[in-house]
């Protein structure tokens, strides 16, 4: 397992997000690199992304940042990478040098967006809090819903979580799909969490239903598509809403 860790911009939350590196890494066995982008750019033509950098103190912050990386992390691997967008940047590192997962901290909502939509590994958008505790994931039954709870299912096991499995039914007369969907997921997870983990059904609107059930964990893991091109449609609506309206750390698996 390889793991990209973005560093760069630099946020103030940068000691929670080692420690959940670190965290994660442990309990997928994984290898971080670290990287670091942004765009050398004139004053004259900051961007949002560049007025970032400079109220966290520009190169001197990074450096600090780098620091704090070796010394949580150890002598891994740190890359630096400027000229060019940086989502671009960060998505050529990923294809370029095959890795299985992305995590950063939200601290640009531009950049977040972006590389959650694009990003093609399983991708955790962490926000502030080290605890990974208590984790909930989200099923419709789809394979890609199925691919999340596996994935997610691996890291609780390696973190000892404790895990609530939710699938909503969207009306009443939808509460049998969810039913099936959750039996499914749970036969899932019980494949790679050998811990007990509580099954919650719900009926609702799913966006509503995920946030409002969040309000206990401090990791939300989801796939941003469904069942059919339509319902993928709406995952990917679900997904996006729970992003940028979730409180909590959010884990999204393609």
Same mark, same amino acid.
């Given at each position: 397992?390889?793991?990209?860790?973005?560093?760069?911009?630099?946020?103030?939350?940068?000691?929670?997000?080692?420690?959940?590196?670190?965290?994660?890494?442990?309990?997928?066995?994984?290898?971080?690199?670290?990287?670091?982008?942004?765009?050398?750019?004139?004053?004259?033509?900051?961007?949002?992304?560049?007025?970032?950098?400079?109220?966290?103190?520009?190169?001197?912050? @990074?450096?600090?940042?780098?620091?704090?990386?070796?010394?949580?992390?150890?002598?891994?691997?740190?890359?630096?990478?400027?000229?060019?967008?940086?989502?671009?940047?960060?998505?050529?590192?990923?294809?370029?040098? #095959?890795?299985?997962?992305?995590?950063?901290?939200?601290?640009?909502?531009?950049?977040?967006?972006?590389?959650?939509?694009?990003?093609?590994?399983?991708?955790?958008?962490?926000?502030?809090?080290?605890?990974?505790?208590?984790?909930?994931?989200?099923?419709? #039954?789809?394979?890609?819903?199925?691919?999340?709870?596996?994935?997610?299912?691996?890291?609780?096991?390696?973190?000892?979580?404790?895990?609530?499995?939710?699938?909503?039914?969207?009306?009443?007369?939808?509460? @049998?799909?969810?039913?099936?969907?959750?039996?499914?997921?749970?036969?899932?997870? #019980?494949?790679?969490?050998?811990?007990?983990?509580?099954?919650?059904?719900?009926? #609702?609107?799913?966006?509503?239903?995920?946030?409002?059930?969040?309000?206990?964990?401090?990791?939300?893991?989801?796939?941003?598509?469904?069942?059919?091109?339509?319902?993928?449609?709406?995952?990917?609506?679900?997904?996006?809403?729970?992003?940028?309206?979730?409180?909590?750390?959010?884990?999204?698996?393609?």
């Amino acid at each position: 397992m390889r793991i990209l860790l973005l560093v760069c911009p630099v946020g103030d939350d940068v000691e929670s997000l080692l420690d959940v590196t670190k965290k994660v890494a442990s309990a997928l066995n994984g290898r971080v690199t670290a990287l670091c982008v942004r765009r050398e750019i004139a004053q004259k033509y900051y961007s949002p992304f560049s007025i970032q950098l400079g109220k966290s103190g520009g190169a001197e912050g @990074e450096r600090a940042v780098l620091e704090k990386v070796r010394a949580v992390l150890g002598e891994e691997v740190v890359r630096m990478s400027r000229g060019g967008e940086p989502v671009s940047q960060v998505l050529d590192e990923i294809e370029k040098e #095959g890795y299985d997962m992305l995590i950063y901290s939200d601290i640009n909502q531009g950049l977040t967006k972006k590389l959650a939509e694009y990003s093609q590994v399983p991708t955790l958008i962490h926000r502030g809090s080290e605890e990974l505790s208590r984790i909930l994931i989200c099923t419709d #039954g789809s394979e890609h819903s199925l691919k999340a709870v596996r994935f997610a299912g691996r890291l609780a096991e390696g973190l000892g979580s404790r895990v609530a499995l939710l699938s909503v039914a969207r009306e009443e007369g939808d509460t @049998e799909r969810a039913r099936q969907a959750l039996e499914k997921a749970g036969e899932v997870l #019980g494949g790679v969490y050998s811990g007990e983990f509580e099954k919650k059904l719900a009926t #609702g609107r799913v966006r509503d239903v995920i946030l409002r059930e969040s309000a206990a964990h401090e990791l939300i893991a989801l796939a941003p598509r469904g069942l059919s091109k339509l319902k993928r449609v709406l995952m990917g609506h679900v997904s996006l809403h729970v992003l940028e309206n979730a409180e909590k750390s959010v884990l999204l698996v393609r």
